[in-house]
């Protein structure tokens, strides 16, 4: 994501570029080789006869799916409330479209669709401002997910049905997640330039990348901070709507389940979804959680003492979602892009 900003700075980094598509690449065969075992593991007429049973109800499926988008399109509006003045929640929400759409396809840990935030904001915010939002939302995401996490576990150690081979895993995913958060945080704090300025010391292509863009890393940590400074109600709204849209995933998975003729009640789906954000959280690296989504549905799901198929048809269901929802932002992205060629269309576009 921040790569975008810094785009082009200095010469000598091709080696660096290689090693992360490399990396990418691998990444992806992991993923795709471990959701394909699963798949076959289980047998694939098996988990097509389980698919069967959804017919009209994989509609209500992606209604949540768009409820859960909508509410994080509000934690991204509300804490850039005066630079999004004027602009209709319409369109914001399907900028958000397209960039959780292009997260889905794109293999690049869930933050090659924020590029298009980025570009399709660039009419009305400067780089540093969209790229400081878009920041400050995804941080608000996964911190949000700690709370989530936190009432997840509590919920199934209240209710008796917290897995003892979980315990260990919540831990770590909560642990993982929350030391991320303050290793940003102070990153933050101590000043991303200095920092930045002492990480690349042994590695002079980036050091020499830092040095040339210190001005627009000092322009883009001012950004944050102020955004950082917004007044707390502004704050626990962003954090709120980021929990409400988790929430949908908890109405998913029961809709789900019971679909599948799994009779699991919301305080279960609640600690499985828990458990699954930490999960995704922790392999955000994963381009798509592909085959890890879907095995830590499994995983959970038969670890409550539910059959271990309902737990992957969970997984499959949802990817297949997501898979729709890519094919239509694809197409809104091409319509926006269109639009964007045109800049008395877009803007028009853009407040209606």
């Known amino acids: 994501m921040a790569a975008s900003f810094f785009k082009n700075a200095a010469n000598g980094n091709g080696g660096s570029h290689i090693l992360q598509n490399a990396l990418k690449s691998v990444l992806v065969l992991v993923g795709f080789a471990l959701f394909f075992y699963l798949i076959f593991s289980m047998g694939i007429g098996t988990i097509v006869a389980q698919l069967a049973h959804f017919g009209w109800w994989f509609a209500a499926i992606c209604a949540l799916g768009v409820l859960w988008l909508f509410f994080q399109t509000l934690a991204w509006r509300e804490m850039q409330r005066e630079q999004f003045a004027g602009v209709s929640i319409f369109f914001l929400f399907n900028v958000k479209f397209i960039s959780d759409a292009l997260n889905t396809l794109l293999p690049s840990a869930n933050l090659g669709g924020e590029t298009a935030r980025l570009y399709f904001t660039s009419r009305f915010l400067s780089k540093k401002e969209a ?13 949000g997910g700690i709370p989530f996490m936190v009432v997840g576990f509590l919920i199934g150690w209240a209710g008796g049905f917290f897995p003892k081979s979980l315990i ?12 991320g958060i303050l290793v940003f945080a102070g990153f933050l704090l101590q000043g991303m330039h200095s920092v930045l300025a002492k990480v690349t010391f042994l590695v002079p292509p980036l050091r020499r990348l830092v040095e040339a863009k210190e001005k627009q890393i000092h322009a883009l940590e001012h950004e944050l901070r102020q955004l950082y400074a ?11 709507f ?9 109405f998913e998975v029961i809709l ?41 549905h499994q995983f959970i ?15 499959v269901i949802k990817r297949i979602r997501k898979l729709v929802f890519a094919a239509i932002g694809l197409l809104m992205y091409s319509f926006y892009r269109a639009k964007m060629n045109d800049p008395a269309a877009f803007m028009k576009k853009k407040h209606g």
């Not at 917004?230 to 709120?240: E, F, H, I, K, N």
């Not at 699991?264 to 699954?276: E, K, L, S």
């Not at 799901?301 to 997984?315: E, N, T």
């Open 242 to 250: 980021h929990f409400l849209a988790r929430v949908t995933g908890v």
């Open 131 to 143: 790229l400081a939002g878009i920041m400050v939302d995804k941080t608000f995401e996964y911190a």
């Open 301 to 315: 799901v038969h670890s409550m003492g539910f059959p271990s198929l309902a737990g992957l048809s969970l997984g």
């Open 230 to 240: 917004a007044p707390w109600p502004r704050v626990l709204a962003a954090w709120g």
């Open 168 to 179: 260990l895993p919540a831990f770590l995913c909560l642990g993982i997640t929350l030391a």
């Open 256 to 296: 789900v389940l019971r679909a599948l003729h799994v009779p699991v009640g919301f305080f279960q789906a609640f600690f499985i979804t828990a458990m699954v954000t930490g999960v995704n959280t922790v392999f955000f690296l994963m381009p798509g959680q592909w085959g890890v989504a879907e095995g830590s």
